[in-house]
């Protein structure tokens, strides 16, 4: 049975859960369970904290789970990413009082608070930059007003809260973070881990492609198919309505509306856009 580690609340437990719910998974109906087995996938989740998962998964107690990008690298846990899951993202930036550090060159000798130590001193150990990392727990935007540090390291997604506390951020982001899957380290193959990987996979490439269908006359077939090469080739049927073929191809969610548009002036007519619910490729 395969041992999955999943985001126990807040808002990246929700979206594991509906992600996990798409790819055919059994997932708890009270919040309170710690564990949900499902016995039809031969596979069991356990609801944990998402700042533990990563030292579960690497201790190989658990063979695989879901948190984030951030807490993996900041757990040091012998655990690594498997695949990217698009949801989740945040990006972690410096910030500091205006006039004071504007220059990711200039942290040496400075107190650098942050809720992520672990990412935060294997980022500065890459710039070759030695400064001291202090732990805080939770928000960090007062930790320069109150004395406890001169620059704060944390996620920020418009940077209002970071203003509000009269911080500016500077330099590249550190780290841009979202929801991945993790399995330890040389870890030896599992085969319910390939079936959770290519479902969630399928999961994915459900979200990001539509079904697109339409009528086009044969003479236009080669332009329309430019317009819709689908995965591997268009799927292309004969109507009964002579010199016409009905194409359907998977098309970007976010190209749908201008492919559309482009079909019809090319002279495409009866077009229609379907969801995909589930895939494999």
């Known amino acids: 049975m ?3 580690a999943v985001p126990n609340k807040g808002a990246l437990a929700d979206s594991a859960a509906q992600m996990l719910r798409e790819a055919g998974y059994r997932q708890r109906t009270d919040s309170k369970d710690l564990i949900c087995r499902d016995q039809a996938n031969d596979i069991e989740f356990f609801y944990l904290r998402p700042k533990d998962i990563a030292t579960y998964v690497g201790s190989g107690d658990l063979d695989v789970g879901i948190t984030g990008r951030d807490l993996l690298i900041d757990s040091g846990a012998p655990a690594e990413e498997v695949v990217d899951l698009n949801f989740g993202r945040a990006t ?22 942050t809720a992520y130590p672990g990412l935060v001193e294997r980022h500065l150990s890459d710039l070759g930059v030695k400064a001291e990392v202090i732990r805080l727990d939770g928000a960090v935007e007062n930790a320069i007003r109150l004395g406890v540090a001169d620059v704060v390291a944390d996620v920020v997604e418009t940077g209002a809260t970071l203003r509000q506390a009269g911080l500016v951020v500077f330099g590249e982001p550190l780290l841009q973070s979202s929801a991945v899957l993790v399995r330890r380290i040389d870890a030896a193959p599992h085969p ?5 990987l290519r479902r969630l ?3 994915l490439v459900a979200r990001r492609y539509v079904m697109l269908a ?24 004969p109507l009964h309505r002579e010199g016409w073929v009905a194409v359907q191809a998977m098309v970007l969610r976010e190209d749908v509306h201008r492919i559309m548009d ?4 090319l002279g495409a007519r009866a077009i229609l856009v379907t969801n995909i619910h589930a895939c494999r490729l």
């Open 201 to 203: 996979h399928g999961v």
């Open 214 to 237: 339409y009528d086009v006359p044969a003479g236009l077939l080669d332009r329309a198919s430019a317009l819709t090469p689908g995965m591997e080739s268009p799927t292309v049927s």
């Open 92 to 113: 972690f930036r410096f910030a500091a009082r205006p006039d004071d550090v504007d220059d990711v060159r200039e942290l040496g000798g400075h107190r650098i608070a």
């Open 2 to 4: 395969l041992r999955v």
């Open 192 to 196: 319910q881990a390939a079936q959770l």
């Open 262 to 265: 482009e079909l019809y002036e």
